[in-house]
């Protein structure tokens, strides 16, 4: 089992940064990938960005790759959303998921946090 807590969002200017922060408890958080999804308003989930369980791989959506970096720290059981040069089109709420499996699919995140909103203002 698994459970995560994410924390970090609020209210941004374009352009700013933030940074989200996904705590976990469990034993197994280190043997497992860890995913970042959104979801806006009116809109499906969406993958964002993806770290292997030993922080060596990532991948990354189009829409963010070169301003979102993932990253882990395993000694502290976390995972992070690095969020640079933000985008009113990046609003939405922000989830982090373990997996076992390598995947961008949200079917094979089996455990997910509450969510945390991110609002990019003009």
């Known amino acids: 089992q698994v459970q995560l807590v994410e924390s970090g969002g609020g209210l941004v200017q374009a352009g700013g940064s933030l940074r989200l922060s996904c705590a976990a408890s469990?034993?197994?958080?280190?043997?497992?990938?860890m995913g970042w999804f959104r979801q806006a308003p009116g809109k499906e989930r969406e993958f964002v960005a993806r770290?292997?369980?030993?922080?060596?791989?990532?991948s990354y959506a189009d829409s963010v790759k070169g301003r979102f970096t993932v990253s882990r720290d395993n000694a502290k059981n976390t995972v992070y959303l690095q969020m640079n040069n933000l985008k009113q089109e990046d609003t939405a709420v922000y989830y982090c998921?373990?997996?076992?499996?390598?995947?961008?699919?949200?079917?094979?995140?089996?455990?997910w946090g509450q969510g945390t909103q991110v609002t990019v203002s003009s």
């Open positions: 469990g034993r197994t958080f280190s043997s497992k990938h």
């Open positions: 998921a373990a997996s076992s499996s390598w995947s961008i699919q949200g079917g094979a995140y089996a455990y």
């Open positions: 770290i292997n369980w030993s922080g060596t791989v990532t």
